[in-house]
Each structure stands twice: as structure tokens, then as C-alpha cells.
């Protein structure tokens, strides 16, 4: 069921989005100075090994850009001009401990962290397979804006 945000929530997505325009800001400045480091000894190589290393330099450096930075800033434009959240009762159906950030995928296949629980008040030893969840959260970045217990 999709609801209308409300004036906090969209608070909570500007200041994420204040956050991660600060973060892409930040990542380009190192990247520049990154690669006016290296243009040093690319100059002493000269030739093609200079055109070849400065070229996937840049390439890896968009990529990793756009990861990190653009594509969740994107998401959150879209959630802040539709204005409407997700408000399901959901289940937990794997909790992976595989990864350092362990996820649990929902019944949705929305996907996540146990910290989340965690900070909207669940500890993570009462998180189980099987467990129902309210879980309001913004459709296209899913940022999860609230977690109750049902």
C-alpha cells in the first residue's frame, strides 16, 4: 500500500540528499587531485603507456562515481518528486550472514541490513526467518524510513 510522505520523511530524504551531493563532491576533489599525482610520472613514461593509463584512470574512476554517488542521488530526486512511500506487512525469508553488512531479504525480495532493525528498535537477536515486519520505506531508493514488529 503506497501512502503520501509526510513532511518529516521528507526531511529525512533532502538531508540524505544534502549528504550524498557532499559525498560526490568530496570524491571528485580527491580524484582530481588523484590524478594531477599521477600525471607526474605519466609525463616522464610519455607516449601511448600515458594516453592508455590516464584513459582507465578516468574510466574506473566514472564507474566508481556513478556507483556510489549519482545513481542513489537520482533515486532519492525520484522518491522526493513522487512523494509517496511503501507501507507493507512484510516477512523476513533469509537472513545471510555472509556478507560484514548481514542483510535479511523480506518477502518482496526488498533487501535489508540488520543494523536497520537495530535502529528503529528491534534488536538483531529477536530478527528471525518467519518474522512478520511493517516496514515503511521510499519505493526507488528504498530508504527505510520506519520498521515496527507485527
Not at 29 to 42: D, F, G, H, Q
Not at 92 to 109: A, D, L
Not at 116 to 145: M, Q, W
Request: some cysteine.
Amino acid at each position: 500500500m503506497t501512502e503520501v510522505l509526510n513532511p518529516q520523511d521528507i526531511e529525512e530524504l533532502r538531508e540524505i540528499l544534502r549528504f550524498r551531493k557532499e559525498l560526490s563532491l568530496t570524491l571528485i576533489k580527491r580524484t582530481v587531485i588523484s590524478i594531477l599525482i599521477m600525471i607526474v610520472p605519466m609525463i616522464l613514461l610519455k607516449g601511448i603507456l600515458f594516453v592508455i593509463a590516464l584513459g582507465l584512470v578516468l574510466l574506473v574512476t566514472i564507474i566508481i562515481h556513478y556507483q556510489i554517488c549519482s545513481k542513489p542521488i537520482n533515486q532519492i530526486k525520484k522518491d522526493l518528486r513522487l512523494r509517496l512511500k511503501w507501507v507493507e506487512l512484510l516477512s523476513v525469508e533469509i537472513i545471510s550472514h555472509k556478507k560484514p553488512s548481514k542483510q535479511v531479504r523480506m518477502s518482496n525480495g526488498l533487501k535489508v541490513g540488520l543494523a536497520e532493525f537495530e535502529t528503529h528498535g528491534t534488536s538483531i537477536e529477536e530478527v528471525a526467518e518467519g518474522k512478520n515486519y511493517l516496514i515503511e520505506y521510499a519505493s526507488n531508493s528504498e530508504y527505510i524510513f520506519k520498521i515496527t514488529q507485527n
